[in-house]
């Protein structure tokens, strides 16, 4: 089977990011079937229009479209549309036999619809999150008429979608209380392979003595985007209301995004930086203002 794959945030195991898509596609891949993975470089170099690549047996599009969580919310948009625009053409011309994408944004629904029609075959589509409640709920969406756009483009999603795929069985509650027949919506949660974090006990001890800080004590991790949804100031607060129950217990945040200061400047005034919360966005000095 052809399957034209689009995901604006594409990642391979050694790019900093999720690599669900990856998974997933290199899976198929093994099955027997063709993928054609369409997808953004976010990296704001030198490069200029599409070029291809090959991961583990997928054809890799890349579409040049600088992006990051520093970026401002219209900035965001921009580069969304950006890559709805260029990703509708190059889906299109690609031989299928069912088009796959995957969300957020939810406007990576614009250029598989047009693929899918163009070509003639049916379109699933991933949701990842629910959007645009998450926007909506603290308050990136707040014009009316931006609400109202979004909502529609969710229907518009859903509507032209022959089935679904959800993360969790909340996010299929979301998907049918918008309507869609609840049949059509299969559940396929993240999940982890364990081959990438099997390392020997010996080697798990020797990383752990090189910091001091940490050594044989209890650690508690966070790695991902520091951005507003995600609300990791939340573990400054929580580590300082641990830090009187168990002083051992220690806390790390790796990660870039909008609120790497926040998270910082929280853990600063609730005087745990440098005392059980660390972080590796930056080196900041526990007396840094």
């Known amino acids: ?9 594409f990642n391979t195991p050694e790019m900093a990011g999720g690599t669900r898509s990856y998974e ?3 899976r198929l891949v093994a099955r027997g079937h063709q993928v054609n993975m369409v997808t953004s470089w976010r990296v704001n170099d030198s490069r200029r229009g599409w070029f291809e690549t090959e991961e583990a047996g997928i054809r890799v599009h890349w579409l040049p479209v600088p992006y ?52 003639k075959v049916p379109m699933v589509f991933e949701v990842r999150d629910l959007w645009p409640e998450l926007p909506i709920a603290v308050g990136a969406i707040k014009h009316p008429a931006l609400i ?12 032209h979608s ?21 049949e059509r919506v299969h559940v396929i949660p993240n999940s982890a392979d364990l081959e990438l974090f099997t390392v020997s006990a010996d080697k798990a001890k020797a990383f752990r003595w ?17 951005g507003r949804i ?6 400054a607060r929580l580590a300082a209301a ?17 609120e790497q200061e926040k998270v910082l400047t929280t853990a600063q005034q609730m005087g745990v930086y440098g005392r059980n919360f660390f972080s590796t966005t930056r080196t900041l000095q526990p007396d840094e203002p």
């Open 210 to 226: 090189k910091f001091e800080w940490l050594q044989d004590r209890p650690l508690v991790v966070y790695a991902g985007t520091l």
């Open 162 to 182: 022959a089935q679904i795929v959800s993360l969790s069985p909340g996010m299929k509650e979301g998907v049918v209380q918008a309507g869609y027949p609840a």
């Open 148 to 159: 109202a756009l979004a909502r529609w483009l969710e229907r518009f999603a859903y509507r």
């Open 242 to 258: 641990v830090q009187p129950l168990n002083p051992d217990i220690r806390f790390l945040v790796i990660g870039d995004g909008a």
């Open 68 to 119: 990051s969580n520093h970026m401002s919310y219209p900035q965001r948009i921009r580069a969304f549309l950006r890559f709805a625009w260029g990703a509708a053409r190059r889906a299109a011309s690609l031989p299928a036999d069912v088009v796959f994408a995957t969300s957020t944004p939810l406007t990576i629904a614009l250029p598989a619809v047009y693929a899918a029609r163009r070509r």
């Open 230 to 235: 995600n609300g990791v100031d939340y573990l």
């Open 1 to 9: 089977m052809r399957i034209t794959y689009l995901h604006q945030y």
């Open 24 to 26: 997933m596609a290199r």
